[in-house]
Structure formats: C-alpha cells, structure tokens
C-alpha cells in the first residue's frame, strides 16, 4: 500500500534531550513537509523540502532540525533548543511538479510528550 | 501573522441539517484552496478543493464556494451526519511559493444524532 508513515505514534522525552520522528513515504513524491500542531492553533510549517538533498525553513523552525538524503525520508529532529516541544507532529508530502496545485498527503502523526 | 482564519471554533448542528464552515483569507496571491477533515490522534485527510479559477466545486454532499473578491471560502455539507463529526481545516496555496500551504487554525464540528 502506498502512503506515509510516522514512528513512533507517541514518544515521550526528557526536558534537555533531543529527540527525532521518522516520516517515511512510498508514494515516489518530490516534497515533503512538517507541520506541529498544538491546542487550538492550525498547522504551523515547520521545514519542507522540495527535492531531495534540499530544505527551506517554513515559520516555526527554531530548535529543529531535517534532512533530506533520500526521497522517501524525512527525518524531524526536536533539539534541545526547541522551547515548546510538546504538540502532534504531522508528516506530509506532495508531487513536486504539478501543474495545477495537488493536495498534500499527511501521514498519520505522532505526539510529542516532553516530562 | 495568520494569512488564513477560521474565526469559528467549533459548531454543532443536527443530523440531517446543513453544516457550513467558513475560512477567510489575506493573501490575495492565494491560487488554490482545500478543505481537510482531521479526526483526533490522526493526519488530516484530504476532502475538497477549489482552484482560484471557480467560484464553486461540488463533491457528493460536500460543496466548496470560493468568493475571492471577499477573500471567502465556505464548505457546505449537506445533509450532515454524525460521522462528519472532526476538525475541518482549511488551506491556501499559491502557486510558486515553494509548494506552501497555510492553515486555519480549524473548526471542530459535533453533528447532534
């Protein structure tokens, strides 16, 4: 079945440490992006990246951190630095060339808990 | 600063009725807009979309209206049922911006059986 995976789907970490969430996807697209949600507030971009090897910050990439090395992964890295790490990180991709705006595909999530 | 708002937070309406959520937007570049439905605990998943060329889709009970010189988007479902009860978010994209989309920050809807 072709789609996006996220591991694990509820991860808890200590105050202080870094952390990464995997994003996997077999649906052979270019982009690929990483949203956070928290309570009451939409999806706030966080990095994406259109083609592998390359990433662009999106609004709210302080204390994060991605790759790129292959087409199908692409791993989010929660540091130390991040302030507010708690909230539901959200994996998505997308087709790069389209020639009319393609929706984006999410995978299923994962919930960031730091005690 | 928020280019896209859902000023409703949450909405409840009675099975059978229409529900109708609305999302307006400020950047007047936006070319193509898309409405997700977002259970708790799991990814958005696609429902409708509607390029800056129409002013209305249509899916099954699912209509989407586009009024671009209000910067207005409304989704209609019609009849609702308790199953579409989720958190709808719409987004806005414009074309050559790096593939971004912009959220609402959602609107939970609870369709009452």
């Known amino acids: 079945d072709g789609g996006i995976t996220q591991s694990p789907k509820y991860l808890f970490r200590k105050e202080g440490q870094n952390v990464t969430l995997s994003c996997e996807q077999n649906?052979?697209?270019?982009?690929m992006y990483w949203y956070r949600q928290d309570p009451g507030q939409g999806l706030r971009l966080i990095y994406y990246s259109q083609i592998v090897n390359d990433f662009q910050k999106g609004d709210i990439a302080e204390g994060y951190s991605v790759s790129r090395e292959k087409k199908e992964s692409f791993p989010l890295t929660v540091t130390s630095a991040q302030k507010n790490p708690t909230a539901f990180y959200l994996c998505?991709?997308?087709?790069?060339?389209?020639?009319?705006?393609?929706?984006?595909?999410f995978g299923p999530g994962t919930r960031l808990t730091v005690l | 600063d928020q280019q896209v708002k859902q000023n409703s937070p949450s909405l409840s309406v009675q099975e059978g009725r229409i529900s109708i959520l609305n999302c307006d937007y400020t950047?007047?570049?936006?070319?193509?807009f898309l409405w997700y439905k977002k259970y708790p605990a799991e990814g958005p998943t696609f429902l409708i979309s509607i390029s800056s060329i129409k002013d209305k889709n249509e899916d099954g009970r699912f209509t989407v209206f586009l009024n671009k010189s209000a910067k207005h988007l409304s989704l209609h479902i019609v009849p609702s049922q308790p199953g579409d009860s989720a958190v709808y978010f719409c987004?806005?994209?414009?074309?050559?911006?790096?593939?971004?989309?912009?959220f609402g920050t959602g609107t939970s809807l609870t369709v009452i059986p």
């Open positions: 998505a991709s997308r087709p790069r060339n389209s020639a009319v705006a393609d929706t984006q595909y």
């Open positions: 950047n007047s570049m936006f070319d193509y």
């Open positions: 987004a806005a994209s414009a074309m050559g911006t790096g593939n971004q989309f912009y």
């Open positions: 649906l052979n697209h270019d982009a």
